[in-house]
């Protein structure tokens, strides 16, 4: 299967920075797939971001979109299309008084016509949960019903690769489970690439992939099963084993077999009943 | 020791309009100095309006707020000294950064005590020490400082205050976990140092859990105080108000769900896989 985007040994400093917030990462996103992006701060996760849809562009090295490159200036508006970007504060993503209007605004912008444009903004609300509220007013939501209206805004202009940068750190847990909910069904159900950058591991777990920036690199890419199971090698890196992890770790070191990759804790839960017995 | 009282406290935002919403109701709460406390609650349940009237920000529609007895909003004076004894940093307080230099911004509060220069200035340098902040950058602009140390430069200013109580809403949002944990660590160091009370509040559950004491907030009233573990073992309770449970006392209730007979009160992944596993010794179940 070919990649839905290809990043190609990319670097990129920001001005006076003292070393690169990129530093040479090569990574080919694939379609339909969710991937967690962890790191600490500083380590380029968001920067990372940027260069997804060519809201930065890579100083050297090559991003590629569907093939198209992100440094050509033509290739914008198509790549803009293809990727949709959803960032950390609901609050200012949201431009309309009303949320159909809202999620309605960037089709509007590029020039789809009005059935078409009331066809995908009652889908992209469905496909949130937030249908019932279309009339309503957003700044009246709550942070987790604003987040999934900024969603539904990105999915109105149908793009292929939802990315998502810490969308869930200001919300509280409810917000959180709704989002991250949200997110899942779209790449499961409807099938959209998703990466997710975040700081919560309990949410990486859900990913396929998950890749770990460190210093502008990649430090560790794999499946949750292989990355949360090396916990003392996530620690050196600044983050954290989910607490399913952790004690699944635990468990095994005392003689219980269970499976390392049974994350969630209701995986985690059916695991540990089965192993006994 | 320091006391802080709050007495059937009630506040009704737009009392008397189609918009009348009632944001506490009818709350009493003590903190002493001394202690550390965790306060939880989903977005709406009243939180961020009680902590405004801890240090006068906002006026109770009815009831009030002691300090060591004394009512904060008997007088300008009261209202005055409750801002310098109550130290209280909001949400993402970086974006209130204002000052030049990352010293002006620190010295900002100790300054407005009229203290002399000496004296604020041993005062910003303990509380940049406090936070794991460098002298070198004394000089920079707060604007040109990374999230981490803006962040930190904000709680500094409150520090410099030297409060009795220091409230902090929702700290560490945004930071990675060893910066998450980094902070936290230094908080609680300040606040065993001086022996003042410290209130967090808190979506995050494993930050809630290392208090001495957990408040759950719901619709404007106190529906729990007490020991994180007396409060974790009630988990349908805190999951009926939207809460989420710290990650192995969910497992735990699972478990228990599945029809395994684990403890009521578990919430470490320490304590969890010790019961997991003494379980497995009772029923002889193959490794």
Same mark, same amino acid.
């Given at each position: 299967?070919?990649?839905?985007?290809?990043?190609?040994?990319?670097?990129?400093?920001?001005?006076?920075?003292?070393?690169?917030?990129?530093?040479?990462?090569?990574?080919?996103?694939?379609?339909?797939?969710?991937?967690?992006?962890?790191?600490?701060?500083?380590?380029?996760?968001?920067?990372?971001?940027?260069?997804?849809?060519?809201?930065?562009?890579?100083?050297?090295?090559?991003?590629?979109? $569907?093939?198209?490159?992100?440094?050509?200036? /033509?290739?914008?508006?198509?790549?803009?299309?293809?990727?949709?970007?959803?960032?950390?504060?609901?609050?200012?993503?949201?431009?309309?008084?009303?949320?159909?209007?809202? @999620?309605?605004?960037?089709?509007?912008?590029?020039?789809?016509?009005?059935?078409?444009?009331?066809?995908?903004?009652?889908?992209?609300?469905? /496909?949130?949960?937030?249908?019932?509220?279309?009339?309503?007013?957003?700044?009246?939501?709550?942070?987790? /019903?604003?987040?999934? !209206?900024?969603? *539904?805004?990105?999915?109105?202009?149908?793009?292929? !690769?939802?990315?998502? $940068?810490?969308?869930?750190?200001?919300?509280?847990?409810?917000?959180?489970?709704?989002?991250?909910?949200?997110?899942?069904?779209?790449?499961?159900?409807?099938?959209?690439? @998703?990466?997710?950058?975040?700081?919560?591991?309990?949410?990486?777990?859900?990913? $396929?992939?998950?890749?770990?920036?460190?210093?502008?690199?990649?430090?560790?890419?794999?499946?949750?099963?292989?990355?949360?199971? /090396?916990?003392?090698?996530?620690?050196?890196?600044?983050?954290?084993?989910?607490?399913?992890? *952790?004690?699944?770790?635990?468990?095994? *070191?005392?003689?219980?077999?269970?499976?390392?990759?049974?994350?969630?804790?209701?995986?985690?839960?059916?695991?540990?009943?089965?192993?006994?017995? | 020791?320091?006391?802080?009282?709050?007495?059937?406290?009630?506040?009704?935002?737009?009392?008397?309009?189609?918009?009348?919403?009632? %944001?506490?109701?009818?709350?009493?709460?003590?903190?002493?100095s001394g202690g550390t406390v965790a306060?939880?609650?989903?977005?709406?349940?009243?939180?961020?309006? +009680?902590?405004?009237?801890?240090?006068?920000?906002?006026?109770?529609?009815?009831?009030?707020?002691?300090?060591?007895?004394?009512?904060?909003? %008997?007088?300008?004076?009261?209202?005055?000294? %409750?801002?310098?004894?109550?130290g209280?940093v909001?949400?993402?307080?970086?974006?209130? =950064?204002?000052?030049?230099?990352?010293?002006?911004?620190i010295?900002?509060?100790?300054?407005?005590?009229?203290?002399?220069?000496?004296?604020?200035?041993r005062r910003v340098r303990q509380a940049a020490a406090a936070v794991g902040l460098e002298e070198? =950058?004394?000089?920079?602009?707060? #604007?040109?400082?990374?999230?981490g140390q803006?962040r930190r430069t904000a709680i500094a200013g409150v520090l410099a205050m030297e409060p009795e109580f220091l409230v902090l809403?929702?700290p560490t949002?945004?930071l990675?976990p060893a910066g998450r944990e980094e902070l936290l660590e230094e908080l609680f160091r300040w606040q065993a140092q001086r022996g003042a009370a410290i209130l967090l509040?808190t979506?995050d559950?494993s930050i809630a859990n290392r208090c001495q004491r957990?408040?759950?907030? %719901?619709?404007?009233?106190?529906?729990?105080?007490?020991?994180?573990?007396?409060?974790?073992?009630?988990?349908?309770? =805190? +999951?009926?108000?939207? =809460?989420? #449970?710290?990650?192995?006392?969910?497992?735990?209730?699972?478990?228990?769900?599945?029809?395994?007979? #684990?403890?009521?009160?578990?919430?470490?992944?320490?304590?969890?896989?010790?019961?997991?596993?003494?379980?497995?010794?009772?029923?002889?179940?193959?490794?």
């Amino acid at each position: 299967m070919d990649p839905v985007i290809r990043i190609e040994n990319i670097s990129y400093a920001y001005p006076d920075a003292e070393r690169p917030a990129l530093d040479g990462v090569s990574l080919d996103i694939l379609p339909g797939t969710f991937t967690a992006v962890l790191g600490s701060n500083g380590s380029g996760k968001s920067t990372l971001a940027k260069h997804l849809n060519a809201i930065l562009t890579p100083a050297a090295g090559r991003v590629l979109v $569907d093939g198209l490159d992100t440094a050509d200036e /033509q290739n914008l508006l198509p790549i803009r299309r293809r990727v949709g970007m959803v960032f950390q504060n609901p609050d200012n993503q949201i431009v309309a008084n009303v949320v159909e209007d809202d @999620v309605a605004f960037a089709p509007e912008n590029l020039g789809v016509e009005p059935g078409e444009i009331r066809r995908r903004v009652d889908n992209a609300l469905r /496909q949130v949960g937030m249908y019932d509220f279309r009339l309503h007013a957003p700044h009246l939501l709550s942070g987790g /019903q604003k987040q999934r !209206v900024a969603i *539904a805004g990105v999915l109105a202009m149908d793009p292929a !690769v939802l990315v998502l $940068d810490e969308p869930t750190a200001m919300l509280d847990p409810r917000g959180r489970r709704e989002v991250v909910a949200a997110v899942e069904q779209l790449c499961r159900e409807r099938g959209i690439t @998703v990466v997710l950058i975040t700081h919560h591991m309990d949410e990486a777990v859900r990913a $396929d992939r998950i890749v770990v920036m460190d210093r502008g690199r990649i430090a560790l890419e794999g499946a949750p099963r292989d990355i949360f199971s /090396q916990g003392q090698a996530l620690r050196a890196l600044g983050l954290d084993v989910p607490d399913t992890a *952790a004690l699944i770790a635990r468990l095994n *070191a005392a003689g219980l077999d269970i499976d390392p990759g049974a994350l969630t804790p209701e995986a985690c839960a059916a695991a540990i009943k089965e192993a006994l017995g | 020791m320091s006391r802080l009282e709050v007495k059937a406290l009630t506040h009704v935002y737009s009392q008397g309009t189609p918009f009348e919403k009632t %944001a506490v109701q009818d709350l009493d709460l003590t903190v002493e100095s001394g202690g550390t406390v965790a306060l939880i609650g989903h977005t709406g349940s009243g939180k961020s309006t +009680l902590i405004s009237h801890l240090n006068a920000l906002l006026k109770p529609t009815s009831g009030t707020v002691l300090l060591d007895g004394e009512d904060i909003f %008997a007088s300008k004076a009261a209202i005055r000294s %409750a801002r310098f004894r109550v130290g209280v940093v909001f949400q993402y307080p970086e974006y209130q =950064l204002f000052e030049q230099t990352v010293f002006a911004d620190i010295a900002y509060g100790p300054k407005n005590l009229k203290l002399d220069s000496t004296e604020v200035d041993r005062r910003v340098r303990q509380a940049a020490a406090a936070v794991g902040l460098e002298e070198s =950058l004394f000089d920079q602009s707060p #604007l040109e400082l990374s999230g981490g140390q803006k962040r930190r430069t904000a709680i500094a200013g409150v520090l410099a205050m030297e409060p009795e109580f220091l409230v902090l809403d929702e700290p560490t949002a945004g930071l990675d976990p060893a910066g998450r944990e980094e902070l936290l660590e230094e908080l609680f160091r300040w606040q065993a140092q001086r022996g003042a009370a410290i209130l967090l509040v808190t979506h995050d559950m494993s930050i809630a859990n290392r208090c001495q004491r957990l408040l759950v907030m %719901a619709e404007g009233r106190l529906i729990m105080d007490g020991t994180p573990r007396a409060v974790f073992a009630q988990s349908e309770k =805190l +999951l009926s108000v939207g =809460l989420d #449970l710290p990650g192995a006392a969910h497992i735990a209730q699972l478990l228990r769900q599945a029809g395994l007979a #684990l403890p009521p009160s578990l919430y470490t992944v320490e304590e969890l896989a010790d019961a997991i596993l003494s379980l497995r010794g009772k029923e002889g179940a193959p490794c």
